[in-house]
């Protein structure tokens, strides 16, 4: 339990500092001046892609927290 806890929060380190551009996306914005759009752009699909990540865990949580409850309050 503790290897899984480990994996998952270093992971969680490696997503927060992830590039989320796609290719085509990166090569038209390399190409501007100031590069304030990119980084826009980038926090943008980065905020996209987390919202799902964090509904199934919470959902997972949610379904984990009543069965383990559930099943102190019967012993």
Do not use: H
Request: charged share 20%.
């Amino acid at each position: 339990m503790k290897t899984k806890l480990f994996f998952f929060i270093f992971s969680l380190f490696f997503f927060l500092k992830s590039n989320a551009q796609c290719a085509m996306c990166r090569a038209v914005l390399e190409n501007e001046e100031g590069q304030s759009a990119a980084k826009g752009i980038n926090d943008g699909i980065i905020y996209l892609m987390s919202i799902p990540y964090i509904l199934v865990f919470g959902l997972g949580f949610f379904v984990y927290w009543k069965y383990f409850r559930k099943k102190k309050v019967e012993a």
